[in-house]
C-alpha cells in the first residue's frame, strides 16, 4: 500500500505537467506562427517479483509473470509543427509560409534565431524586422522613396518608387530555413526558436525549393491550437488527477484498517 502511495503520485505529478501544458496551448491560441506541444509519457522501473517465461517445473515454463509497476514520468513535451489557418491582412509586410520552413532572424547577440511567425514591420531605416526590431535574415532594405513592395511567392522582393511607379526593382531575396528535426528546436519566447544538436544543422533555400513552402504576401499563419482538442485533453488530465487521489485516499483506507486491527 505504501507503493500505491508514490505510484498514485507519480500520475498526479504528471497530470499536472499535462494541465500546464495545455494551459499554455490555450493561452496562445491567438499567438501568430504558434504551434501546440504534447506531453510524452514512460513507465517507470518495474518491480520483477516473478519473470515471465521462467522454469516452474521440469520443462514446463510459467507463461506470464508477475511484474509491480511504480508508475509513470514526463519524457518530454513535442512541438507539433502542422498548419496554421493562413488569415489575409492586406499588409504587404506580413507574410505566412505555406508548408515547411522558418524564417531567419539575427538575435541581437548576432546569431540566428527561427520563426514562422511573418509579422514583419520597417525601421527608421527602412530595414526589415520583427516586431522586437530584429533583423530578418538575409537583411533587406527598403529604400525610402519606394511607393510599393511586392513579395513574390519565391521570396523575391521588389518594389517600385515614387520616381519610376511602373518599374519594379529586385532589392532582396528572403530565404527559408528547415531541419531534419524541427520537434527538436528549443522554445526562446518571443516566437522564436533555436537550434539545437537535436533539431540538427539548418538547411537553408529559396522558398517553394528543396521541399520548402511558398510565401504568401498579405496574409498570417495562425495559432494551430485546436481549443475544443485541448479542452477534451484539459478534462481528460483532470479526471485522470482525481482518479489517483481516489487510488491514495483507498489505499490510506485499507492502511488505517490493518492498523485497527492490532487494537
Known sequence: MIRAFHTAATGMIAQQFVVDNTANNLANVNTTGFK????????????????????????????????????????????????????????????????????????????????????????ANGDIVTADGFFL???ITIPQDAASVSIGSDGTVSVTTSGAPTTASTIGQIQLARFPNPAGLSSEGRNLYRDTPASGAATTGLPSQN????????????????????????????????????????SDDMLSATNDLVR
Open 36 to 123: 501546440k506541444s504534447q506531453v510524452d509519457f514512460q513507465d517507470l522501473i518495474y518491480l520483477n517479483l516473478r519473470q515471465p517465461g521462467i522454469e516452474q517445473l521440469q520443462g514446463q515454463s510459467v507463461p506470464t509473470g508477475l511484474q509491480i509497476g511504480n508508475g509513470v514520468r514526463v519524457s518530454g513535451n513535442t512541438k507539433l509543427f502542422t498548419q496554421g489557418t493562413e488569415t489575409p491582412t492586406g499588409d504587404p509586410l506580413n507574410l505566412a509560409i505555406d508548408g515547411e520552413g522558418f524564417f531567419q532572424i539575427t538575435a541581437p547577440d548576432g546569431t540566428l534565431r527561427y520563426t514562422r511567425d511573418g509579422t514583419f514591420l520597417k525601421n
Open 211 to 250: 521541399n520548402l513552402g511558398l510565401l504568401r504576401q498579405g496574409f498570417l499563419e495562425g495559432s494551430n491550437v485546436e481549443v475544443v482538442s485541448e479542452l477534451v485533453n484539459l478534462l481528460l488530465a483532470q479526471r485522470a488527477y482525481e482518479f489517483n487521489t481516489k487510488a491514495i485516499r483507498v
Open 137 to 139: 535574415s538575409p537583411r
